[in-house]
Protein backbone atom coordinates (compact mmCIF):
# COMPACT_ATOMS: atom_id res chain seq x y z
CA UNK A 1 0.00 0.00 0.00
CA UNK A 2 1.12 3.60 -0.82
CA UNK A 3 1.56 5.33 2.99
CA UNK A 4 2.23 8.68 1.63
CA UNK A 5 -0.64 9.73 -1.39
CA UNK A 6 -4.14 10.83 -0.54
CA UNK A 7 -6.84 9.73 -2.73
CA UNK A 8 -10.11 12.84 -2.56
CA UNK A 9 -12.96 11.01 -4.07
CA UNK A 10 -16.29 14.48 -4.46
CA UNK A 11 -19.31 12.37 -5.07
CA UNK A 12 -22.09 13.79 -7.57
CA UNK A 13 -23.80 12.66 -10.80
CA UNK A 14 -22.38 13.32 -14.45
CA UNK A 15 -23.62 15.81 -17.06
CA UNK A 16 -24.57 19.52 -17.61
CA UNK A 17 -27.76 18.83 -16.37
CA UNK A 18 -26.53 18.19 -12.74
CA UNK A 19 -23.09 20.88 -12.66
CA UNK A 20 -24.59 23.08 -10.36
CA UNK A 21 -27.27 20.90 -8.57
CA UNK A 22 -27.04 20.80 -4.55
CA UNK A 23 -26.52 16.85 -4.86
CA UNK A 24 -23.19 17.77 -6.47
CA UNK A 25 -21.57 19.76 -4.17
CA UNK A 26 -18.77 17.08 -3.85
CA UNK A 27 -17.72 17.27 -7.50
CA UNK A 28 -17.64 21.39 -6.67
CA UNK A 29 -15.13 20.67 -3.76
CA UNK A 30 -12.58 18.82 -5.70
CA UNK A 31 -12.67 21.48 -8.41
CA UNK A 32 -12.05 24.31 -5.97
CA UNK A 33 -9.66 21.98 -5.10
CA UNK A 34 -7.63 21.20 -8.39
CA UNK A 35 -8.08 25.18 -8.78
CA UNK A 36 -6.17 25.98 -5.95
CA UNK A 37 -3.81 22.96 -6.07
CA UNK A 38 -3.22 23.24 -10.40
CA UNK A 39 -4.19 19.89 -11.00
CA UNK A 40 -5.42 19.43 -13.81
CA UNK A 41 -8.69 16.82 -14.19
CA UNK A 42 -8.46 15.74 -17.65
CA UNK A 43 -7.32 12.14 -16.90
CA UNK A 44 -10.29 9.10 -17.22
CA UNK A 45 -9.94 6.29 -14.79
CA UNK A 46 -11.83 3.24 -13.24
CA UNK A 47 -14.91 5.46 -14.24
CA UNK A 48 -13.71 8.57 -12.80
CA UNK A 49 -12.57 12.21 -14.42
CA UNK A 50 -8.95 12.30 -12.51
CA UNK A 51 -6.12 14.75 -11.84
CA UNK A 52 -2.50 14.08 -9.75
CA UNK A 53 -0.35 16.83 -7.87
CA UNK A 54 0.73 17.77 -4.64
CA UNK A 55 -0.46 20.30 -1.73
CA UNK A 56 2.25 21.29 0.32
CA UNK A 57 4.45 18.06 -0.92
CA UNK A 58 1.85 15.51 -0.39
CA UNK A 59 1.31 13.02 -2.56
CA UNK A 60 -2.42 14.01 -4.10
CA UNK A 61 -5.00 11.97 -6.37
CA UNK A 62 -8.36 13.94 -6.85
CA UNK A 63 -11.28 11.75 -8.43
CA UNK A 64 -14.67 12.54 -9.57
CA UNK A 65 -16.83 9.51 -10.40
CA UNK A 66 -19.04 9.17 -13.29
CA UNK A 67 -20.76 6.25 -12.61
CA UNK A 68 -23.84 8.28 -11.18
CA UNK A 69 -24.19 8.88 -7.35
CA UNK A 70 -25.95 5.76 -6.34
CA UNK A 71 -22.79 3.76 -7.85
CA UNK A 72 -20.59 5.54 -6.37
CA UNK A 73 -18.42 2.28 -5.39
CA UNK A 74 -18.11 0.59 -8.53
CA UNK A 75 -15.52 3.90 -9.25
CA UNK A 76 -13.76 4.41 -5.95
CA UNK A 77 -13.02 0.73 -5.21
CA UNK A 78 -11.22 0.25 -8.12
CA UNK A 79 -9.41 3.66 -7.55
CA UNK A 80 -8.61 2.87 -4.33
CA UNK A 81 -7.02 -0.64 -5.39
CA UNK A 82 -5.01 1.56 -8.37
CA UNK A 83 -3.90 3.84 -6.47
CA UNK A 84 -2.94 1.54 -3.26
CA UNK A 85 -4.43 3.99 -1.16
CA UNK A 86 -4.60 3.00 2.62
CA UNK A 87 -8.51 3.64 4.11
CA UNK A 88 -7.18 6.56 6.47
CA UNK A 89 -6.14 8.22 3.26
CA UNK A 90 -9.03 7.81 1.37
CA UNK A 91 -11.18 10.89 1.81
CA UNK A 92 -14.77 11.18 0.57
CA UNK A 93 -16.58 14.38 0.09
CA UNK A 94 -20.29 14.59 -0.22
CA UNK A 95 -23.38 16.44 0.17
CA UNK A 96 -25.65 16.42 3.60
CA UNK A 97 -29.28 17.05 3.79
CA UNK A 98 -29.39 16.63 7.79
CA UNK A 99 -26.68 19.09 7.64
CA UNK A 100 -27.71 22.84 7.90
CA UNK A 101 -26.56 24.50 4.53
CA UNK A 102 -23.00 26.94 5.48
CA UNK A 103 -21.75 23.95 8.00
CA UNK A 104 -19.46 20.98 7.06
CA UNK A 105 -18.84 17.98 9.15
CA UNK A 106 -15.65 16.06 9.13
CA UNK A 107 -15.61 12.13 10.43
CA UNK A 108 -13.13 10.12 10.57
CA UNK A 109 -15.91 6.90 10.22
CA UNK A 110 -19.31 5.92 10.10
CA UNK A 111 -22.25 4.61 8.26
CA UNK A 112 -24.20 6.30 5.01
CA UNK A 113 -26.73 7.76 7.10
CA UNK A 114 -29.41 6.97 4.05
CA UNK A 115 -26.95 8.65 1.43
CA UNK A 116 -27.01 5.77 -1.15
CA UNK A 117 -23.67 7.16 -3.03
CA UNK A 118 -21.82 6.38 0.78
CA UNK A 119 -23.92 3.61 1.07
CA UNK A 120 -22.01 1.63 -2.47
CA UNK A 121 -18.68 3.14 -1.68
CA UNK A 122 -18.81 1.22 2.15
CA UNK A 123 -20.55 -2.04 0.34
CA UNK A 124 -17.07 -1.88 -2.39
CA UNK A 125 -14.69 -1.41 0.38
CA UNK A 126 -16.51 -3.76 2.69
CA UNK A 127 -15.89 -1.08 5.35
CA UNK A 128 -17.21 2.39 7.10
CA UNK A 129 -13.21 3.22 8.50
CA UNK A 130 -12.63 5.99 5.53
CA UNK A 131 -12.00 9.71 6.68
CA UNK A 132 -15.82 11.72 4.98
CA UNK A 133 -16.36 15.41 4.99
CA UNK A 134 -20.41 16.12 4.37
CA UNK A 135 -21.17 18.96 3.27
CA UNK A 136 -24.69 20.77 4.44
CA UNK A 137 -27.64 21.40 1.33
CA UNK A 138 -30.12 21.48 3.99
CA UNK A 139 -33.46 19.97 3.53
CA UNK A 140 -36.37 21.93 1.58
CA UNK A 141 -37.72 25.10 2.92
CA UNK A 142 -41.33 24.59 1.47
CA UNK A 143 -43.84 21.97 2.94
CA UNK A 144 -44.20 19.64 0.54
CA UNK A 145 -41.25 19.70 -1.32
CA UNK A 146 -40.06 16.46 -2.73
CA UNK A 147 -36.30 15.57 -1.39
CA UNK A 148 -35.65 14.11 -4.77
CA UNK A 149 -36.32 17.16 -6.82
CA UNK A 150 -34.79 19.11 -4.41
CA UNK A 151 -30.97 17.76 -4.14
CA UNK A 152 -31.71 17.68 -8.12
CA UNK A 153 -32.02 21.59 -8.37
CA UNK A 154 -29.40 24.02 -8.63
CA UNK A 155 -28.38 26.87 -6.08
CA UNK A 156 -29.93 29.72 -6.13
CA UNK A 157 -30.96 33.27 -4.83
CA UNK A 158 -28.79 34.18 -1.39
CA UNK A 159 -27.95 30.35 -1.52
CA UNK A 160 -25.48 31.20 -4.86
CA UNK A 161 -23.62 33.64 -3.17
CA UNK A 162 -22.84 31.90 0.13
CA UNK A 163 -21.81 28.59 -1.68
CA UNK A 164 -18.62 30.41 -2.62
CA UNK A 165 -17.52 30.86 1.02
CA UNK A 166 -18.61 26.99 1.88
CA UNK A 167 -16.83 25.44 -0.35
CA UNK A 168 -13.95 27.60 0.36
CA UNK A 169 -14.21 26.66 3.89
CA UNK A 170 -14.59 22.81 2.86
CA UNK A 171 -11.33 23.03 0.87
CA UNK A 172 -9.65 24.70 3.91
CA UNK A 173 -11.01 21.62 5.93
CA UNK A 174 -9.13 19.34 3.35
CA UNK A 175 -6.00 21.01 3.47
CA UNK A 176 -5.66 20.91 7.42
CA UNK A 177 -6.94 16.66 7.38
CA UNK A 178 -3.97 16.92 5.12
CA UNK A 179 -1.58 18.35 6.68
CA UNK A 180 -2.53 17.47 10.47
CA UNK A 181 -4.63 14.76 10.15
CA UNK A 182 -8.63 14.06 10.65
CA UNK A 183 -8.82 15.18 14.39
CA UNK A 184 -7.20 17.97 14.27
CA UNK A 185 -9.46 18.90 11.33
CA UNK A 186 -12.39 18.07 13.04
CA UNK A 187 -11.73 19.96 15.81
CA UNK A 188 -11.06 23.17 13.88
CA UNK A 189 -13.84 23.08 11.26
CA UNK A 190 -17.05 20.74 12.86
CA UNK A 191 -18.42 23.64 14.98
CA UNK A 192 -17.94 26.79 12.26
CA UNK A 193 -21.55 28.01 10.71
CA UNK A 194 -21.52 30.40 8.10
CA UNK A 195 -24.19 32.97 8.44
CA UNK A 196 -26.37 33.64 5.57
CA UNK A 197 -26.03 36.82 3.70
Known sequence: MNKEKYLIVGLGNP???Y???????GFMAVDRLAARWQIEMRRHRKNAQTGEGKFDGI?????????FM???GLSVGPLQRLYGVEADHLLVVYDDLDLAFGRIRLRAEGGAAGHHG???IIAKLST???????IGIGRPKHEGEDVIDFVL?????SDRVKLDAVLRQAADAVEMFLRSGIELAM????GNYLEGE
Open 19 to 25: EASRHNV
Open 153 to 157: TDFHG
Open 118 to 120: MES
Open 187 to 190: TRFN
Open 128 to 134: REFPRLR
Open 59 to 67: PVELAKPKT
Open 15 to 17: GKQ
Open 70 to 72: NNS
